[in-house]
């Protein structure tokens, strides 16, 4: 069943009214840059747009552009912010050797990153932001980046480190999400199983794949070129002090948009800043209500 929303969002301000009196400010930093496969000119303001829906939320956006990144004057002040959510993908520049220590020793002193998406393409010679997202895909990655991690239908957790490929999705489809953590602070009050798409389904995702948490899988069915395995949807990992929210969801705009990744960016995004989540879950989640703009 295809679900398609008008390009309008939930208005979870009000939602928030009740819990936004003890949220704490959070200073969101989104970063994105060229890229191919997916279109951030066109997802980041949607992300954006989502991210300020929360009162206590202040978001900044930086750009890592091919030039900055050649000349080394990509250096965002990362202490300056609680999270970064990561709007990078495939083939994106290499950030400054400089910024990437920066963000390196931000993020091991107790910083937030949210990874969407493409953002596990990116960057599969950057050893520590590898180990930030665990997993990812394409790159040329494949068994010397790490283990290929999924769960098996006895609901244990595979590492497998047989020679392949690492990264691969099949047409765009919906399909269901599986709570693996409900305890977790971001997975509470969600449904155990929740519906998603028509997305990509990212399957045979290989990294160091240390320190992860599944918080929930997706099924890769054979019927759209899948693996017929549980693959890993959303993820936690921690990286010394810091906290890592890992979407493989949320393909372009329309994906996004869906109430099924607005929460859980969201309840991800406010987790990676603080640890915690007050962001509720919607009434009629993962088909909440959207107001119009
Ligand atoms: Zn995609």
């Known amino acids: 069943m295809k679900r398609s929303f008008p390009a309008a969002l939930l208005s979870l301000a009000v939602l928030t009214s009740a819990s936004a009196v003890t949220a704490k400010d959070i200073r969101v930093l989104i970063a994105d840059g060229p890229q191919k496969a997916h279109k951030f000119l066109e997802t980041t303001p949607v992300l954006i747009e989502i991210l300020e829906s929360q009162p206590n939320f202040t978001v900044t956006h ?76 394409w790159g040329g990655r494949n068994e010397k980046s790490g283990p290929y991690l999924y769960i098996d239908h006895e609901g244990e957790i595979i590492r497998d480190t047989s020679p392949g490929k690492g990264g691969a999705h099949g047409p765009r489809h919906e399909f269901e ?6 305890e977790h602070p971001i997975m509470k009050g969600l449904p155990l199983v929740f519906k998603h798409g028509p997305d990509e389904l990212y399957d045979k995702l290989r990294g160091p794949a240390e320190n992860v948490t599944i918080l929930a899988t997706a099924f890769s069915s054979e019927e759209y070129k899948g693996t017929g395995r549980h693959e890993p949807a959303l993820m936690t990992i921690s990286y010394g002090e810091g906290r890592v929210f890992h979407t493989i969801l949320g393909h372009h705009t329309e994906q996004i948009r869906e109430g099924s990744f607005i929460t859980t960016f969201l309840r991800g995004t406010e987790w990676a800043a603080t640890g915690d989540v007050s962001i509720p879950v919607p009434e009629g ?6 107001a119009p703009k």
Request: net charge negative; hydrophobic share 35%; proline share 7%.
């Open 285 to 290: 989640f993962p088909n909440q209500e959207i």
């Open 177 to 182: 999400i599986k709570v693996r953590e409900p």
């Open 62 to 137: 930086t750009r890592s552009t091919a030039e900055a990144c050649k000349d080394g004057s990509y250096k965002p002040n990362f202490a300056d912010f609680d999270v970064v959510v990561m709007n990078e993908g495939f083939a994106a520049p290499e950030w400054p050797k400089e910024t990437q220590k920066a963000f390196e020793e931000f993020m091991a002193k107790g910083g937030g990153m949210v990874s969407i998406h493409a953002a596990n393409n990116c960057w599969p010679d950057w050893e520590e932001y590898n180990k930030m997202t665990g997993i990812g895909g």
